[in-house]
């Protein structure tokens, strides 16, 4: 048996989330919230961070060590290219993601238009926000700009570089931030695509549910 442990409102715990469903695998989520983890969560998590993961008792965490985990026990590279170098290209946007995007995407914006006012009743602080979509992000999204293709997906058939990628962006919608389509014209329809596929639009609709509190 598979658990999840996280919530799914964290881009890292539904990238995890969107892979087991793309393997059809069936799993239970334990909603841990990493700011108020049980006792002995850093047994199973180090860090203190969520996803982490249980697979019949063997525990892991960090998303890309559990989706490369999933590639290689359930997968044939359905979450990674089998193609060396695109297998390569999608780790680096993975990292590149994960680090670079979530940076200018999390806590300047969507802790503080988000989980500031809905889940911890404190004030966003928007000095902070609108500094941070004024500056960190532009650079940031122009990169991606020049590396997501105009159809299809990064690696040609989805792949975790792009769940990387779009469950980061989404939660920038969530905290009113929307991707300009004319100065990154690629980008806004590659996302597009992205949501809309049967996977990912399942999450936003929990998502909703959740942000309706
Ligand atoms: N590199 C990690 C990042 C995970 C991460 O930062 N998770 C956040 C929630 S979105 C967290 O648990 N933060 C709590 C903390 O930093 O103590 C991954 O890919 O799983």
């Given at each position: 048996m598979i658990t999840v442990y996280g919530v799914q409102l964290s881009p890292f715990v539904r990238k995890v989330l969107i892979s087991l469903d793309m393997l059809e695998l069936d799993y239970t989520v334990n909603p841990v919230s990493p700011m108020d983890p049980p006792e002995g969560f850093k047994k199973i998590s180090p860090l203190g961070k969520v996803p982490a993961l249980e697979d019949d008792g063997f525990a892991i965490a960090d998303s890309t060590v559990i989706c490369q985990y999933l590639n290689e026990k359930y997968g044939k590279n359905q979450l990674y290219p089998a193609d060396i170098k695109a297998r390569t290209k999608a780790w680096w946007l993975e990292e590149y993601a994960d680090t670079k995007l979530a940076e200018v995407v999390g806590m300047p914006l969507f802790f503080e238009r988000i989980v500031k006012p809905t889940f911890l009743k404190q004030d966003t602080n928007e000095q902070i926000v609108e500094d941070n979509i004024k500056h960190n992000i532009p650079p940031v999204l122009d990169y991606l700009e020049s590396v997501v293709?105009?159809?299809?997906f990064v690696c040609g058939a989805l792949s975790v570089a792009d769940l990387s990628i779009a469950c980061l962006m989404i939660n920038a919608a969530y905290a009113d931030y929307e991707v300009d389509s004319k100065r990154w014209p690629t980008l806004s329809s590659y996302l597009a695509r992205i949501y809309q596929q049967a996977v990912f639009r399942k999450y936003i609709e929990s998502d909703k549910q959740i942000l309706r509190v």
């Open positions: 293709p105009e159809t299809a």
